[in-house]
Each structure stands twice: as structure tokens, then as C-alpha cells.
């Protein structure tokens, strides 16, 4: 049988595809899910095991042994106690009041081009950039302060609400928590360890699909119309800048030639949308091949993917609106039985990369 080294150096190189049909390598994980100080103290109480070890970094590998003698009983075993501590995790959980939280933040902006990377951006931006001591000082009350803020108010929203929406999952019979984290295991569903992934439409997946079915640029499109229209735009903006001063000024104008752009614009979206819903391995494999170098993973992921169809930018408001989250997702793990997990595999290749990966994937749609 394979032991303790053996799936610790795959799961440590992220050779994660045999943890898929093997359940000495399902065993490891959910064994490691508890070795946390504590956890593991509580499980040897519940499962009446005695472990000679005092370290944490040895008690790991000893239990998942002692485990590994009946790796069936075992599962039984470590399933009632995972369940049990996510009970507890949860009644911990004031749901209603980080809800309330979540929904003070009025607007999802980064306040910089870092892409989530503030340490490099600033580096490169103003520590690298500029000799003046006076220069620099004057960007903490303008630049720097934005930039910081929305870094931080954006990373706030994003982990709360993550722990909502993980909290929803994990709250169905269907799943079996982690309570300890896995480094790219949230949970398992039908024993099967998947990582969770909350996003949107990627706007580069849009623009690809537009340019691939023959739409016009958006941007190139709407400047057209509202020359058209006789709008005026300030044409040294940022992109991003005067696509909204246009949509904006095009929806108060009240002028047919501006509501049927903006309808144009908006059909052509949900063409997008209606395609990705039908065939979610499409999107599936792009977020794959798309994603950041730094956060590069081939782990099995599940994607709940959140799309306000009445304004794209607007879908990050999704990740806190539970009356829609909750029934959409119980919904899909309520039917998860009936799923073949085989019918979910794909393959992607990744830039700079020489090997093929394959991994379990599927898509969940919110759409407002």
C-alpha cells in the first residue's frame, strides 16, 4: 500500500489526480484536513486512538497509519468528526451579520493596476520610480492612500464573503467539508476533493468570444454610436473610464440610437453567457489556461461563476446577495448524485508549461 511519503510528494509537487479514485490518497487528505493543534488532540479522544508523538508534524504521519489499518472504518470515522466540527465551526458564523457587513462596501475598486500584487505595484510605481523624497510624500494623500485602501477594502469583501459562500457548501449532506485548510482542497463531493472558485464572465473570455463570433469592440463600438448621438467624452480617459462615461451618458439621454447600442451591447453579452451555460467546459478549460502564474494550479475546481446580466460590472454585488446564492447552490448539489464525475474531466495546457494536466471540473451559473 502506498504510505505517508507517497502522498505527501504528490500532493506537494501537485500531482493531485490520483487522490481521485484512490482512498488511501482520499484518507491522507481528510487525516490532514485535522492535524491542527487541537483538531487532532480531539479526534484521538473521539476515535479512542492513542498517539505516542507529541509534535504536531509527527502526529500527522503516525495517525494517518494507525487510520491506514482499516482505511473503510476509517472514513466512517473521520466523516462523523469532520462533520461534527463543521457544525461547531459554523454555529460560530453570524451570518446575518457579516451579510450586513458586506453590503456597507459601495464600491469594488483596487484603486491600481496590480492585479491583487500591492507589494510589486508600489515597488515598481513609486519606490523604484521616483528620486524625490517630496514627490513620493505627496502621493500618500492621493495615489498611495487610494491604492492601499481599495487593496484592503476589496481583500476584506472578498475573504468574508468567500467564507459565506464556503459556508453554503459546506452545509449540504451532499458535502464533506475540510476543517483544517488543504492547500487546494475546500471540500470533497462524492468523494472527490474539489477546490472552490468564485468569479465572474472574465472580460477577456468576452472579448475573445466577440472577436471569435464577429462582434465589434465594445469600446470602438459604443465611441461610434456616441458620436453618433452627439455625446461628448473626455477621449484622454483611461479605456475603462470613458466606457463608463459613455454607458452612463447613453443611459440618461433617453435617445433610441443610445438604448438600442446599449441593447446590442447587452444581447450580444448574453449570446456569450447562453454559450458558456451550455457547454461549461469551454469556460472551464479558459479559466484553466488563463489563469495567473503565481496562483498556477491543475487541483480539481469547482467554478461558481456570477454574472448580473443586467450590468456585468456590477456582479461582484453577487457575492453577498445569499437569497440568490443559497437556492442556486442547493439546487445543483441536490442533483449532484445523478452527475457523472467522469463526464467533468478535461485537459489544458498552460503557457511555459511542457506537460498536458487533466483535472474535474464544472461550472455553477448565478445570474441575476
Same mark, same amino acid.
Not at 56 to 78: G, M, N, V, W, Y
Not at 207 to 219: C, Q, Y
Given at each position: 500500500?502506498?504510505?505517508?511519503?507517497?502522498?505527501?510528494?504528490?500532493?506537494?509537487?501537485?500531482?493531485?489526480?490520483?487522490?481521485?479514485?484512490?482512498?488511501?490518497?482520499?484518507?491522507?487528505?481528510?487525516?490532514?484536513?485535522?492535524?491542527?493543534?487541537?483538531?487532532?488532540?480531539?479526534?484521538?479522544?473521539?476515535?479512542?486512538?492513542?498517539?505516542?508523538?507529541?509534535?504536531?508534524?509527527?502526529?500527522?504521519?503516525?495517525?494517518?497509519?494507525?487510520?491506514?489499518?482499516?482505511?473503510?472504518?476509517?472514513?466512517?470515522?473521520?466523516?462523523?468528526?469532520?462533520?461534527?466540527?463543521?457544525?461547531?465551526?459554523?454555529?460560530?458564523?453570524?451570518?446575518?451579520?457579516?451579510?450586513?457587513?458586506?453590503?456597507?462596501?459601495?464600491?469594488?475598486?483596487?484603486?491600481?493596476?496590480?492585479?491583487?500584487?500591492?507589494? #510589486?505595484?508600489?515597488?515598481?510605481?513609486?519606490? $523604484?520610480?521616483? =528620486? /524625490?523624497?517630496?514627490?513620493?510624500? !505627496? @502621493?500618500?494623500?492621493? *495615489?498611495?492612500?487610494?491604492?492601499?485602501?481599495?487593496?484592503?477594502?476589496?481583500?476584506?469583501?472578498?475573504?468574508?464573503?468567500?467564507?459565506?459562500?464556503?459556508?453554503?457548501?459546506?452545509?449540504?449532506?451532499?458535502?464533506?467539508?475540510?476543517?483544517?485548510?488543504?492547500?487546494?482542497?475546500?471540500?470533497?463531493?462524492?468523494?472527490?476533493?474539489?477546490?472552490?472558485?468564485?468569479?465572474?464572465?472574465?472580460?477577456?473570455?468576452?472579448?475573445?468570444?466577440?472577436?471569435?463570433?464577429?462582434?465589434?469592440?465594445?469600446?470602438?463600438?459604443?465611441?461610434?454610436?456616441?458620436?453618433?448621438?452627439?455625446?461628448?467624452?473626455?477621449?484622454?480617459?483611461?479605456?475603462?473610464?470613458?466606457?463608463?462615461?459613455?454607458?452612463?451618458?447613453?443611459?440618461?439621454?433617453?435617445?433610441?440610437?443610445?438604448?438600442?447600442?446599449?441593447?446590442?451591447? #447587452?444581447?450580444?453579452?448574453?449570446?456569450?453567457? $447562453?454559450?458558456? =451555460? /451550455?457547454?461549461?467546459?469551454?469556460? !472551464? @478549460?479558459?479559466?484553466? *489556461?488563463?489563469?495567473?502564474?503565481?496562483?498556477?494550479?491543475?487541483?480539481?475546481?469547482?467554478?461558481?461563476?456570477?454574472?448580473?446580466?443586467?450590468?456585468?460590472?456590477?456582479?461582484?454585488?453577487?457575492?453577498?446577495?445569499?437569497?440568490?446564492?443559497?437556492?442556486?447552490?442547493?439546487?445543483?448539489?441536490?442533483?449532484?448524485?445523478?452527475?457523472?464525475?467522469?463526464?467533468?474531466?478535461?485537459?489544458?495546457?498552460?503557457?511555459?508549461?511542457?506537460?498536458?494536466?487533466?483535472?474535474?471540473?464544472?461550472?455553477?451559473?448565478?445570474?441575476?
Amino acid at each position: 500500500m502506498k504510505d505517508f511519503n507517497y502522498w505527501k510528494k504528490q500532493h506537494d509537487s501537485e500531482k493531485l489526480s490520483e487522490f481521485n479514485s484512490d482512498s488511501s490518497g482520499l484518507l491522507w487528505l481528510k487525516t490532514k484536513s485535522i492535524a491542527r493543534k487541537g483538531l487532532i488532540e480531539s479526534f484521538s479522544k473521539f476515535a479512542i486512538l492513542v498517539l505516542t508523538e507529541t509534535s504536531l508534524t509527527k502526529q500527522f504521519p503516525e495517525l494517518f497509519t494507525k487510520l491506514s489499518q482499516d482505511i473503510e472504518a476509517s472514513h466512517l470515522l473521520l466523516n462523523v468528526f469532520i462533520r461534527k466540527v463543521n457544525q461547531e465551526q459554523a454555529a460560530s458564523l453570524d451570518e446575518s451579520k457579516l451579510e450586513s457587513e458586506l453590503y456597507k462596501l459601495k464600491n469594488f475598486d483596487w484603486g491600481g493596476d496590480y492585479q491583487n500584487a500591492l507589494d #510589486k505595484y508600489l515597488v515598481s510605481r513609486y519606490v $523604484k520610480a521616483i =528620486q /524625490s523624497y517630496d514627490t513620493l510624500f !505627496s @502621493k500618500f494623500e492621493t *495615489e498611495i492612500h487610494t491604492a492601499v485602501q481599495g487593496y484592503v477594502l476589496n481583500s476584506w469583501y472578498n475573504h468574508w464573503s468567500s467564507i459565506l459562500i464556503e459556508h453554503i457548501f459546506k452545509s449540504h449532506p451532499a458535502v464533506l467539508p475540510t476543517v483544517g485548510q488543504i492547500k487546494s482542497v475546500d471540500f470533497f463531493i462524492n468523494n472527490i476533493p474539489f477546490d472552490l472558485k468564485v468569479t465572474y464572465l472574465p472580460e477577456q473570455y468576452v472579448k475573445e468570444k466577440r472577436k471569435e463570433k464577429g462582434f465589434p469592440v465594445e469600446l470602438t463600438f459604443l465611441k461610434k454610436k456616441a458620436m453618433e448621438a452627439n455625446i461628448k467624452f473626455d477621449k484622454k480617459a483611461k479605456p475603462s473610464d470613458i466606457l463608463y462615461e459613455i454607458v452612463e451618458k447613453m443611459k440618461d439621454s433617453g435617445l433610441s440610437i443610445c438604448t438600442d447600442a446599449l441593447n446590442q451591447i #447587452k444581447n450580444e453579452r448574453m449570446a456569450i453567457l $447562453k454559450e458558456a =451555460q /451550455s457547454k461549461p467546459s469551454i469556460l !472551464s @478549460k479558459w479559466l484553466y *489556461e488563463n489563469q495567473g502564474e503565481m496562483r498556477f494550479g491543475s487541483e480539481n475546481r469547482l467554478f461558481l461563476v456570477l454574472v448580473d446580466s443586467n450590468d456585468f460590472a456590477n456582479s461582484w454585488k453577487l457575492k453577498r446577495n445569499l437569497s440568490l446564492l443559497k437556492p442556486t447552490i442547493k439546487k445543483y448539489l441536490d442533483a449532484i448524485k445523478t452527475k457523472r464525475m467522469e463526464d467533468w474531466k478535461i485537459s489544458f495546457n498552460y503557457k511555459g508549461k511542457p506537460d498536458t494536466f487533466t483535472a474535474l471540473t464544472d461550472i455553477i451559473y448565478v445570474v441575476k
